[in-house]
């Protein structure tokens, strides 16, 4: 059984582990540092429940070897919120009503920060193609789009509200933001 030391750093908070050398990012997480946060699903990188910020890039932590982590830096989304403060992006979807079950609510959420990261004001179209590896089971993606773009605009300084995203713009049931294509390995988009 060969064992990998490891040093790295988890929402702020550096960890001196050692690993097995098959562990997963997810069971590291989740069995190894206490952050349930992190969902397990499906696990062969398809429903985005799992998804992490790798040094600011989502990865799924399902297919994704814990000692792959070493010297980096990880986000989930017990890092998000400042003590009762929540992340916009937590905001948006708590007032648009987009948790529903709430199960891929963290994978859904932190896959919104690296897109905003990456791109602050998304169109609509941006939206469903970056979130497209994030896939919801309860009953489509019309609020989730709405918050993201609601995150979006409150942190580019814009209002809160429901401005940019009304009625049927896209994010019709499930054909709208799903996929394989958001959270992929460690090569990220």
Same mark, same amino acid.
Not at 4 to 18: C, F, Q
Not at 152 to 170: I, T
């Given at each position: 059984m060969r064992e990998?030391? !490891? +040093? /790295? /750093? /988890?929402?702020?908070?550096?960890?001196?582990? &050692?690993v097995p050398a098959w562990e997963t990012l997810i069971e590291c997480l989740r069995d190894r540092l206490g952050l349930l946060g992190v969902k397990k699903s499906c696990d062969v990188q398809v429903c985005g429940a799992c998804t992490v910020l790798l040094d600011d890039r989502p990865v799924s932590a399902c297919t994704v070897l814990a000692f792959e982590a070493r010297g980096k830096s990880l986000r989930t989304i017990e890092g998000l919120a400042r003590g009762d403060e929540l992340h916009p992006v937590q905001e948006a979807f708590v007032e648009h009503g987009a948790l529903q079950c709430g199960f891929? &609510?963290?994978g859904m959420?932190?896959? +919104?920060? @690296?897109?905003?990261?990456?791109?602050? *004001?998304? &169109? @609509? #179209?941006? /939206? $469903?193609?970056?979130? *497209?590896? =994030?896939?919801? %089971?309860? &009953?489509?993606?019309? %609020?989730?789009?709405?918050?993201?773009l609601d995150a979006? %605009? *409150? !942190?580019?300084?814009?209002? $809160?509200? =429901?401005?940019? @995203?009304?009625? =049927? #713009?896209?994010a019709k049931g499930n054909d709208g933001a799903k996929g394989n294509g958001g959270t992929k390995g460690t090569d990220g988009r």
């Open positions: 990998i030391p !490891m +040093t /790295v /750093v /988890v929402n702020g908070e550096k960890h001196e582990l &050692t891929c &609510t963290p959420i932190m896959a +919104t920060v @690296a897109l905003l990261g990456e791109n602050p *004001r998304p &169109t @609509a #179209d941006e /939206v $469903k193609h970056y979130m *497209r590896g =994030n896939i919801c %089971r309860c &009953t489509g993606y019309k %609020r989730i789009l709405e918050a993201i979006s %605009r *409150r !942190m580019s300084g814009g209002a $809160k509200g =429901n401005g940019g @995203a009304k009625g =049927n #713009d896209g």
